[in-house]
Each structure stands twice: as C-alpha cells, then as structure tokens.
C-alpha cells in the first residue's frame, strides 16, 4: 500500500501575527505519486523539517492544502489526525532518543497498543517490523534498546514507526551522525523498505550522496520556497546553482565533472553511484574500441 500525496501553495508561518513571526515555508507545489521515493534538500533554515511535520500533520499548513489519497487533511478532526499519522509514518531526526522501554521489542510494539490492537497483535507487528530492518530475533528483541549501538537504536526506532504499518515514510536526515557503517546500513534498509514494500518515501538530508542514492526526484528549498523540481540526476546536473545556494553535488558528480574535463564523454550528473559506474565503464568500453584508451 501506498498513498498519494498533493500540496498545493502550501505555506506555515511560526508565531503568525506576533513579533515573532518567521515564515518557514511559501507557495510550495508538490504531487508526491504512490510509490516514489523524493529527496528533499536545503541550506540549513530551508523549510525541511517544517516540511515534514505538515506531511504528517504534526504541523497544519496556515496557508494552502496538503491531500492525502483526495483528503484534505484541514478537514480532519482530531480523531481523524491518529489515523493520518499511522499512514503516514514520521522518523524525526537521532529518532533513538524517543527509546524508553525496557526491552527492544515492547519498545517497537508501544505505536500498535497505542492502535487498540491486543497484547498478541501488537508484538506480532513490533517482531514484523524488526525483521524488516535486520533486528529480528528474540536475542536481540529481549535486550534494552540503550545496550545497542548507536545504529541498531536507529534501527529499532524506525522499526517502532514501521510496526505502525504506515503507507508512506517520511525520514528527517535519517543517517545524521552515525559512522560509516552504520549509515550505510540504514540507508540500505531504507532502499529494501522502499522497493520491497512499495511505500511512499520522502527523505530529507543535508548529505548529497544519500539523497542521490535514494530518491528519484529532488525539491531544493530555500528560504522556504522551492527553487527546483526534478528527476535526482537532472537537478545535479545544475552544480553551480545548488553552489550558489550553499549546497554541494555528490561525490558521483564530481567525478564525472573531472572526467568530462579530460575529454570524457560523459553525461553531466548520474542519480546514484550505480548510474555513474555504469556511465563510466560505457565510456571507458568507447575509449578502447578506438583506441583511445
């Protein structure tokens, strides 16, 4: 299951009407398709994480309208809110810090007792989700959730919103401050998740690389408003804007741009290391069969 996502002019003002009013995002037009996964990517104070919480309507936009599967979500009483939440899951940023329970696995099934579900369903639903994300096993379901590492933590605390079966995933910079290990754990998880259950998924991260590998469009906010739209490679593909917005490329793209230099005849950006691997060996294959190589 999936859902479809639209936001139409949405808008959310801090403290409207008062000194302190800051707006942290303007006029913003997005159709999120069932089953895509989208990046989103800003300077620091952009908007993101103001995006996120009205996606799963922790925050209401004060201007324009988010429709979730043909619902707007204004038009939702308080009740109706739970329900939107369960569908579309949200993983803020260092999630592991909202870890309490004594062991892993009534950690993971405290979102599906919060459901009404019985005792029985709801550690039925916290072991499906801890075998989605690798935690799998009454070892590692009985220990406490602050004996792990910091990325099995991460881990469980995303398998606490899977236990809640969402239809679409939001994750706020979901590798911020893990090792190498451990960010290529989760975001490959994240990747399995994403192609293995059909969600829809929006990642937010300030790391180019993550949102290359994952996502097969781009948003760049900045200063609230959104400053371009499109498939992940082509968005790359315009380095010196994203620079000028105080943004990188990925490391794929840099290596393409060194290359193009030498005479390479490769393309501008490639979405992910796999596309850049493959463009690569095509133009090295070219290279030898006219000898240039």
């Known amino acids: 299951m999936a859902v479809r996502i639209e936001l139409e002019g949405v808008g959310h003002t801090y403290f409207p009407g008062t000194p302190h009013e800051v707006r942290a995002l303007e006029g913003l037009d997005l159709v999120i398709e069932k089953g895509e996964c989208i990046g989103v990517i800003g300077p620091t104070g952009s908007g993101k994480s103001t995006l996120a919480q009205c996606l799963n309507g922790l ?15 204004a038009a939702v009483g308080r009740g109706g809110l739970k329900g939107l939440r369960r569908r579309v899951g949200l993983v803020f940023q260092f999630p592991e810090h909202q870890l309490f329970d004594e062991t892993v696995l009534q950690d993971v099934a405290f979102g599906p007792r919060n459901l009404g579900l019985t005792a029985a369903e709801a550690l039925a639903r916290a072991r499906r989700a801890l075998d989605a994300v690798g935690m799998g096993g009454e070892q590692l379901a009985e220990r ?10 991460r881990r469980v605390a995303i398998a606490g919103v899977l ?59 900045a200063d609230g408003k959104p400053v371009m739209l499109g498939a992940t490679a082509e968005v790359f593909g315009r380095g010196e804007e994203l620079r000028r917005l105080g943004l990188d490329v990925p490391v794929t793209v840099r290596v393409l741009d060194s290359l193009r230099a030498l005479g390479w005849d490769l393309p501008s950006a490639a979405a992910g290391i796999d596309h850049a691997a493959s463009a690569i060996a095509a133009a090295l294959g070219a290279k030898a069969g006219d000898g240039t190589c």
């Open 144 to 153: 406490s959730p602050f004996a792990l590492s910091g990325g099995q933590m």
């Open 163 to 221: 236990a809640m079966e969402p239809e679409a995933l939001v994750l706020d910079e979901p590798a911020a401050g893990l090792d190498p290990r451990g960010r290529e754990d989760i975001l490959g998880r994240v990747r399995s998740l994403h192609r293995e259950r059909g969600l829809t998924v929006v990642v937010i991260s300030h790391n180019m690389d993550e949102v290359a590998r994952l996502a097969d469009r781009l948003l760049v906010l």
């Open 59 to 73: 925050l209401k936009p004060t201007h324009g309208r988010i429709v979730i599967d043909g619902q707007d979500i």
